[in-house]
């Protein structure tokens, strides 16, 4: 994980990082947190149960890369 991770550009990680299992992301949470620069950027009430967040911008371009993001994020924590 950490030789993936010192291989990989910080906001564009490469598929070697983007493809471990749930179960490595679980274990290495704190490391990526780390060295993704990922913190607590909001409260629990921002969210609430629903647990949503809503990503917006106006690039065309940078929808298709978001787009991506979401779907890897989303299949790394096994759930919408």
Do not use: C
């Not at 949470?29 to 629990?44: Q, T």
């Amino acid at each position: 994980v950490v030789s993936a991770i010192k291989q990989t550009p910080d906001l564009n990680p490469t598929a070697k990082v983007r493809h471990f299992s749930q179960a490595t992301y679980a274990k290495y949470g704190a490391l990526f947190d780390k060295n993704y620069n990922v913190e607590k950027m909001s409260p629990y009430s921002v969210f609430g149960d629903a647990q949503e967040a809503y990503v917006y911008t106006s690039s065309p371009i940078l929808k298709r890369y978001m787009y991506a993001a979401m779907q890897n994020w989303n299949k790394a924590l096994g759930t919408k």
